[in-house]
């Protein structure tokens, strides 16, 4: 194979963004070949350019036009559409989440264990943000031992227009889950990327403390890592103008990334080295105050995506494999199960156990969503994160 023949399903916000570089030619070796959307409207412009189009992805998947899918409908689709892709031979790409629960990511996963001959990957542009990249390295070589972790995500506005712009979204039978599972599921990919999959977490979660919907859109979480580092990760969809703050405390510093600024406040001595060894009782390690730069990534979701072609052309390894999706999925399940059990509850989670509660919520869901026309050309602008 030279070339891949690309299929996107799903050509709202995301899936229209990716058709926009892959038909400008900025993937090499890959063509977009077919669409495939529910919503007949949405695959007019694509019918006009010559992009073979179809209302049932089903016909897509078994036409022979495409040999690699890109998943980019809501949620709950992300398994079955996923499954029957790999299932029919195609290589798959999938929106993160991968899955709307562990259970479903775990289902997706199996399946494509069973294609070890296909590549599978998920959507998870900022493991190429250099910011990222560097607050990895930062931790691998310079941190020390993990201490503790705060992340304040508050910065992801959105009106009530935004909820209502989507039958799907912020219900629990459309979505699966609120801030935590749509929003901030990048920042908890980063999160376990960054600092490993906690041990054991208690969320605290307000449902629709912010705007008329079901689902939570405001957190404040504790977790804890198996060697006793902490940490808290608070969220809302509802505070504006919110804030971006990323606090990583290592033995042998403090790490800042907030305002697109990263700092390195480096300890001269591994403090907890330092703590048993002087003799003042008030003393501190010596600190020198770093900025570390870093550029922003062009275009993230690009460079995933031609990470996703060579992986298939020439075997280049995946930047974020299919399966590394399931620890951002069960992050945002486990949060908000703690939060509805009102206890700690200990990772891995029990995938069952939520898959079961959350389709509680769904059978005793009462809302009506209203769903309005609104604009969405301003959606690029919540990616740099
Ligand atoms: N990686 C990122 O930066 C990023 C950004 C935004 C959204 N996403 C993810 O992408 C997914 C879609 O989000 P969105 O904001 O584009 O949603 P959206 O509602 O704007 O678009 C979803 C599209 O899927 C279509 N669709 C629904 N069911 C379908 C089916 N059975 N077959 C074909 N098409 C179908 C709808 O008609 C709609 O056009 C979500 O899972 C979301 O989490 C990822």
């Known amino acids: 194979m030279s070339k891949v023949r690309l299929g996107i399903v799903g050509l709202g916000n995301i899936g229209k963004f990716h058709t926009g570089y892959l038909l400008a030619g900025k993937i090499a070796r890959c063509e977009l070949t077919a669409v495939s959307d529910t919503h ?188 006793g580092a902490t940490g808290v990760f608070v969220s809302s969809t509802g505070e504006a103008p919110g804030t971006n703050r990323l606090e990583i405390i290592g033995t042998r510093g403090k790490l800042v990334l907030e305002n697109d600024r990263l700092t390195f406040a480096r300890n001269g001595a591994d403090m907890a080295e330092f703590s048993r060894t002087a003799t003042s009782g008030f003393t501190k390690p010596e600190v020198t105050h770093l900025e570390i730069p870093f550029e922003s990534a062009a275009n993230p979701h690009a460079t995933l995506m031609q990470n996703f072609v060579d992986a298939i052309l020439d075997g280049t390894p995946l930047i974020a494999p299919g399966h590394e999706g399931l620890g951002s999925v069960e992050l945002a399940n486990v949060l908000l199960y703690s939060s509805l059990l009102q206890q700690t509850v200990e990772l891995p989670m029990d995938g069952a156990a939520w898959e079961a509660k959350l389709n509680e919520l769904i059978a005793g869901s009462t809302r009506e969503k209203k769903v309005v026309k609104v604009q969405t050309d301003d959606f690029t602008a919540s990616f740099r994160k």
């Not at 007019?44 to 890109?70: H, W, Y």
């Not at 629960?101 to 998920?122: N, S, T």
């Not at 959105?158 to 459309?174: D, I, L, M, N």
Request: proline share 4%; with cysteine; aromatic share 10%.
């Open 40 to 227: 007949a409207p949405n695959l007019e412009p694509f019918a006009a350019q010559g992009v073979a189009t179809f209302s049932d992805c089903t016909e897509m998947i078994r036409s022979g036009k495409i040999n690699a899918l890109v998943v980019a409908t809501p949620h709950f689709l992300h398994t079955t559409l996923g499954i029957e892709a790999l299932r029919a031979g195609l290589h798959t790409m999938i929106e993160k989440p991968i899955s709307a629960h562990k259970a479903d990511a775990e289902r997706l996963c199996a399946v494509a264990r069973e294609h070890p001959g296909q590549v599978f990957a998920g959507m998870f542009q900022m493991r190429v943000e250099p910011r990222y990249l560097e607050i990895r390295r930062l931790l691998a070589e310079e941190l020390g031992r993990l201490v503790r972790v705060n992340w304040i995500i508050t910065d992801w506005f959105r009106t009530e227009a935004y909820y209502a712009s989507g039958g799907w979204r912020a219900t629990w039978k459309g979505e699966g889950g609120g801030v935590l599972l749509n929003q901030c599921l990048h920042q908890l990919d980063m999160l376990q990327w960054l600092c490993g999959q906690p041990a054991r977490v208690r969320g605290f979660c307000q449902l629709g403390q912010f705007h008329d919907i079901e689902v939570e859109d405001s957190v404040s979480c504790h977790l804890e890592w198996a060697n």
